[in-house]
């Protein structure tokens, strides 16, 4: 596609759900990342796909958090058991090359009720 | 730990004026500079890609200086507009699988 896609674009879970959010590269993109934005707070890391590497996890706050990448392309990162403090945005980007630019795109906004 | 912080943290200037915001960062061995903007409740949008061999770069009313040197960058924004308001974001792409965002300028152009 001509962005990186996201979706869903908003998201309200009940505490202790578990949600799937997702992310669609721009073809041929071989790098991914998923950050999360918190309300006034930076852009946090949670973890990095490169082509068929093993991912960089460094980022992910708990083992509540996981994601995968199939094919190389789309991405998934499911939250288990969600918790208020799981509320933020999460955006996801991606890349032609590791450290040649990145495209953003619009996030998810996940609200734990 | 690479660590970028941008100055100041929120500028409001009348429409028309030119306008520099700064970006430093503390580790100099950085593979590129890329500035964002990001409007309320959106997500981030590129501005301009600097390259660590390269020192600026242009695109329309905007231009991007980097310094590795010292650990800086500028985006100038020239004759400023409403539609220029929103939170401005440095990134600096180091080694290792991340790149590490300054916590943004918040602009807001007056008309």
């Known amino acids: 596609g001509a962005g990186v896609s996201q979706s869903p674009s908003n998201k309200v879970t009940e505490k202790g759900k578990d949600v799937e959010l997702r992310c669609d590269p721009i073809?041929?993109?071989?790098?991914l990342y998923w950050y999360r934005q918190s309300l006034g707070q930076g852009l946090e890391f949670l973890i990095y796909f490169q082509g068929n590497s093993a991912p960089d996890k460094s980022g992910l706050p708990s083992d509540r958090f996981s994601a995968e990448r199939t094919g190389g392309s789309v991405s998934t990162l499911t939250i288990q058991r969600t918790q208020q403090e799981d509320s933020a945005v999460y955006l996801c980007?991606?890349?032609?090359?590791?450290?040649?630019?990145?495209?953003f795109g619009s996030g998810t906004r996940l609200t734990v009720v | 730990k690479q660590e970028v912080t941008q100055i100041p943290a929120a500028l409001s200037v009348p429409e028309g004026e030119n306008l520099v915001l700064n970006c430093s960062f503390t580790d100099s061995a950085i593979y590129n500079l890329q500035w964002f903007r990001q409007d309320p409740g959106k997500g981030l949008t590129s501005l301009l890609l600097i390259q660590s061999s390269q020192r600026e770069q242009t695109s329309g009313r905007l231009n991007a200086s980097l310094d590795k040197s010292s650990g800086r960058s500028t985006l100038y924004i020239a004759a400023s507009q409403p539609g220029d308001s929103a939170t401005y974001l440095c990134a600096v792409f180091h080694t290792g699988n991340q790149f590490y965002f300054g916590t943004g300028t918040s602009l807001t152009v007056i008309p």
């Open positions: 073809s041929g993109h071989t790098a």
């Open positions: 980007a991606s890349s032609s090359r590791q450290g040649y630019g990145y495209t």
